[in-house]
C-alpha cells in the first residue's frame, strides 16, 4: 500500500482533496486506533482480521476489499528442485516433512509484531488443522498440531520486525527460502534477476494460502460530518477504478 500513496495524494489533489497518510505497521495502526483515533478519517488494513481487534466495534464502517494480497513461501529455484517441489503440486505437509527432515530453512516476519507472520501462522494453523471450516478451541488443543507447529517453526533460521528489513536481510544474508508477500516476492526476483542472482520459486500450498484483502473503511469519529464521509468516498472509490487496479497489478497485488 505504501507504494500508492504518491498516487492517492496526486488523484486527491485534482480533486480539491487535500490527504496526508501516515504509513505505519497494522499492529501499529490497531494499537493507535484504540488509543486516540480522533486524528483518522479512514484506514487501509492489510486483512480484515485486524478490524476486529479495534476496541471499539462501530468506530470504522464501510470497509471494502481493495486488493488480493496471499502470503506465500520463496524458495531458491535449485533448492525447490532438490525437494521435488517444481512444477507439482505442494502441500503445507510437504513443507512441513522438508522442515522436520533438516532439508529447509527459512526467513520471515514475526508473528506477533507483524500482519505477514501472523496469517502466514493462521493459514500453516488451519491446514494442519485438516483445513476445517471453523477452527475451534479443541482442534487447537490437539498434541499433534501443536507438535507440527513447533515443528514448523524449527525450521526459522532468523525473524524480522517488519517486512522492509526481511527483504532487506534476505537479500544480503545467504538464506534459501523466504514467508512473505507475493509482491514482495515479486521485487525480490527483479532484484536477483538484475544481480545475476538465482530466482525465487514461488509456492503456493494446495492445501492452503494465507489472502490478505486489503481493506479500506471509513473512522467513524463524527457521524454529522457527512463531508468526511463524501471524501472518503470519492478516495475509495478511486481504489477500486480500473486505473487504480492497473497500477496495483504492477506493483504486484491482484485484483
Known amino acids: 500500500t505504501e507504494k500508492m500513496n504518491e498516487d492517492i495524494i496526486e488523484y486527491a489533489k485534482k480533486k480539491g482533496i487535500n490527504v496526508s497518510i501516515e504509513h505505519l505497521g497494522d499492529l501499529e495502526i490497531v494499537d493507535k486506533l484504540n488509543a486516540d483515533s480522533k486524528d483518522y478519517d479512514a484506514v487501509w488494513l492489510s486483512n480484515s482480521i485486524w478490524l476486529y481487534m479495534l476496541d471499539n466495534n462501530y468506530l ?64 500453516f ?25 513447533k515443528s514448523f517453526f524449527k525450521g526459522v533460521e532468523r ?9 532487506d536481510m534476505f537479500m544480503k544474508g545467504d538464506y534459501n527460502a523466504i514467508y512473505s508477500y507475493e509482491s514482495t516476492l515479486i521485487d525480490i526476483n ?11 520459486y514461488l509456492i503456493y500450498p494446495t492445501d492452503g494460502v494465507a489472502i490478505n484483502d486489503m481493506p479500506f473503511a471509513y473512522i467513524n469519529n463524527d457521524l454529522n460530518d457527512s463531508n468526511k464521509k463524501e471524501l472518503f468516498d470519492v478516495i ?20
Do not use: H, W
Not at 130 to 149: A, D, F, H, R, W
Not at 191 to 197: A, D, I, P, R, T
Open 190 to 200: 527483479k532484484k536477483l534477476v538484475s544481480e545475476k542472482k538465482e530466482p525465487l
Open 125 to 149: 494453523l488451519n491446514s494442519l488443522a485438516g483445513s476445517p471450516e471453523v477452527l475451534t478451541e479443541e482442534m487447537v488443543q490437539n498434541e499433534e498440531l501443536g507438535n507440527n507447529l
Open 159 to 167: 525473524v524480522s520486525g517488519n517486512e522492509e528489513y526481511l527483504t
Open 60 to 123: 470504522t464502517s464501510d470497509s471494502k476489499s481493495i486488493a488480493i494480497e496471499p502470503a506465500i513461501l520463496g524458495i531458491t529455484k535449485s533448492k525447490a528442485e532438490e525437494l521435488g517441489f517444481v512444477g507439482k503440486d505442494v502441500y503445507n505437509k510437504d513443507i512441513l516433512n522438508a522442515i522436520q527432515n533438516g532439508k529447509l530453512k527459512y526467513v520471515m516476519t514475526s508473528v506477533t509484531k507483524t500482519n505477514t507472520g501472523a496469517t502466514t501462522f493462521l493459514s
Open 236 to 255: 475509495q472509490s478511486y481504489l477500486r477504478s480500473d486505473d487504480a487496479t492497473a497500477k496495483m497489478e504492477k506493483y504486484g497485488y491482484r485484483s
